[in-house]
Each structure stands twice: as structure tokens, then as C-alpha cells.
């Protein structure tokens, strides 16, 4: 990862601002790329989640005693959970920091 590897480089105090605030941005940048896929791969767990009830719902059997329908409804309050968390991380950060309020100059 571009963060994790210039972090750790004692170098940095010595390069030329604009080089390290395009350095800082790249790695904001890419801090947010991550958030926004790993919100999005939970997303798409949820809806496979619901996509597996609905399916276990419709069965034959109903809702009477269907084998997993109580393990896939605890993952859905975990994954709705860390949706929350993910989302509320996102508007503490600022998720607008990237693009809009930093300045290379």
C-alpha cells in the first residue's frame, strides 16, 4: 500500500512540501477507496443475506423450523451493524476531505 510504505520512510520530513502534500493526498485518497469498497462488499453480503432468507421463506416449509434461517438472520443484524459502524466512521473522516477541502498548491 502506497500509505503504509512512504509512513515509514524517515525521508519525508525532508521532501519538498508540494511533493509531500500529493503524497498525503494519494494516500487519503486511497484511504477512502478502501472504506468505500469494503461498505460496498458489506452491502453486498446483506443483500445475498436477505436474498438466502427470502429463499428459505419461500420453501415448502415456511418459516417453521427452517435449518440456518436463525444463523442468516444473527449475520444480518452483524452485517447491518457494520454497515452503521462503516457509515458513521465515514462521516467522522469527512468523507469530503479528499476532494474537496485539499489543496495542492
Known amino acids: 500500500m502506497l500509505c503504509s510504505r512512504y509512513r515509514t520512510f524517515k525521508f519525508l520530513k525532508f521532501l519538498p512540501t508540494r511533493l509531500y502534500k500529493i503524497l498525503l493526498y494519494l494516500c ?31 420453501s415448502p416449509e415456511g418459516a417453521k423450523s ?26 467522522l473522516s469527512g468523507k469530503d476531505s479528499v476532494s474537496g477541502s485539499f489543496k495542492l498548491n
Open 28 to 58: 487519503l485518497q486511497q484511504k477512502e477507496q478502501l472504506a468505500e469498497a469494503g461498505r460496498k462488499q458489506l452491502e453486498q453480503l446483506l443483500q445475498m443475506n436477505l436474498f438466502q432468507q427470502a429463499h428459505l421463506l419461500n
Open 66 to 91: 427452517v435449518p440456518g434461517l436463525d444463523q442468516l438472520q444473527a449475520q444480518q443484524q452483524q452485517l447491518m451493524s457494520q454497515i452503521q459502524s462503516a457509515a458513521a466512521a465515514s462521516a
